[in-house]
Each structure stands twice: as structure tokens, then as C-alpha cells.
């Protein structure tokens, strides 16, 4: 099946700082996904992301799908922005394929 | 604001008991599904149903059931709950084509 692996596991920055992550994935897709998970446990969907460039606000996500990855960006983080960053591609029966997740730290 | 809703944040239960963890969501979404998400481990999908009384089973599905009588609910049983399906338990659904996936606040249960 599809592998996804994202980079880098944990990032830990200050508030303000800019930061990029990074989901790469074995096969073409057409359907990648970000997620937030928040320290209590919610998954929120940031974007759906199959090709090419969105924004929301401070967020912003690119996928190369000929390349095989995807990036997301984060501008003058934020503490709430804390939490681990999921991509996943859909495999399937709209089964989500998640990778193992960054853990973003924003301290204050 | 749609919404998944799950009906319970913590849980915990004793060791044989028979388990059933709730979700509704109010989107008139064909598919949904039950994750299950373990450190080191990440999510890994137990169960989803396409359609009103269908079920597949997905990655993990030993020792649970499920249950979607009306399109609206998901239900997953534990059978006989053992201290491995301790984890926390999220579900989501979705429209066809994957888009809109969204995801409950997830049950944390713990079985002793």
C-alpha cells in the first residue's frame, strides 16, 4: 500500500517564527489532506489539498503531485498553533493512509 | 457548522465487558468510520461503512463490531473489552471522493 512520511517528527520554535513541514508519499494521489490534531485530541481538517497552492489565513499548503510531496506552512506561529500536523491520502474506499505526524511546539 | 459527534470524551471500563462507543453526525455524509490512534502506532482504521447497514472491515478489525442502522450513526462494539483496546477512538465521516473528511473529538478509553 501507499507509504507517507512526513518531516521533521518534532519542531519546537518560538511565537513569531515561520515554519515549513513536509509530507512525502510512494505513490500518485489525488486527494492529500492536512490535519491539526490539538492537545486535547481533536482532528480538524485544514485543507484538502490534491495539486497546486492553497491559504487560509496564516496556513498555507502546496502539493507537487508529479514530485510526490507536499508542503505545509506556517507564518508568525502562533502558541495555539501547537499541536501534531497530520497529512494522509486516501487509499481505497476513502480510507485515510495517515503518516506518522510532526509535533509542533510554539513557545511563548 | 457541520458536525461529528461523539458521545463520550473518557471512558472506562472493566476487563470482559461489552462496549459501545457512539458517533452521529448531522451531514447526511454516505461514509464513516472508526479509528483507532495509539502513540507509535498513529491511526489505524477498524471499521467504515459506505451505506446504511453496510460494513468493511478495515486494518484492525479483531475483537470489534459495528453498527449503522441509520445513516446518520456509527456505533462500534467491543465485544469483550481487554486491556490492548485500551486507546483512544476516533470517528469520522466524509462525502464520496474522501472530500470533507471530518473527525469527532474523540473517546479516550481505558479498560482495566
Known amino acids: 500500500g501507499i507509504q507517507v512520511e512526513q518531516s521533521p517528527p518534532d519542531l519546537i520554535l518560538q511565537e513569531g517564527a515561520n515554519s515549513t513541514l513536509r509530507c512525502n508519499f510512494s505513490?500518485?494521489?489525488?486527494?492529500l489532506q492536512w490535519f491539526h490534531q490539538n492537545p486535547w485530541g481533536q482532528l480538524i481538517n485544514l485543507f484538502y489539498i490534491p495539486s497546486g497552492t492553497k491559504q487560509n489565513g496564516r496556513l498555507s499548503a502546496t502539493t507537487v503531485a508529479t514530485e510526490r510531496y507536499s508542503l505545509l506552512y506556517i507564518s508568525s506561529s502562533q502558541t495555539t498553533d501547537s499541536g501534531v500536523y497530520f497529512c494522509a491520502v486516501i487509499q481505497g474506499a476513502q480510507k485515510l493512509v495517515f503518516g506518522q505526524g510532526t509535533r509542533l511546539t510554539i513557545n511563548p | 457548522d457541520v458536525k461529528v459527534t461523539q458521545s463520550s470524551r473518557y471512558l472506562v471500563k472493566r476487563t470482559g465487558e461489552k462496549v459501545f462507543l457512539e458517533c452521529v453526525q448531522d451531514?447526511?455524509?454516505?461514509?464513516m468510520f472508526w479509528y483507532r490512534q495509539d502513540p507509535g502506532l498513529g491511526l489505524r482504521l477498524i471499521y467504515f461503512s459506505y451505506d446504511v447497514k453496510m460494513k468493511e472491515k478495515g486494518d484492525i478489525p479483531e475483537g470489534y463490531s459495528v453498527s449503522r442502522e441509520k445513516k446518520e450513526r456509527f456505533s462500534l462494539i467491543l465485544e469483550s473489552a481487554s486491556t490492548n483496546q485500551t486507546s483512544m477512538y476516533l470517528c469520522?465521516?466524509?462525502?464520496?471522493?474522501?472530500?470533507?473528511?471530518?473527525f469527532g473529538s474523540g473517546t479516550r478509553l481505558t479498560v482495566v
Open positions: 451531514m447526511d455524509h454516505e461514509n
Open positions: 505513490d500518485s494521489v489525488n486527494n
Open positions: 469520522a465521516s466524509t462525502l464520496s471522493q474522501g472530500i470533507g473528511y471530518t
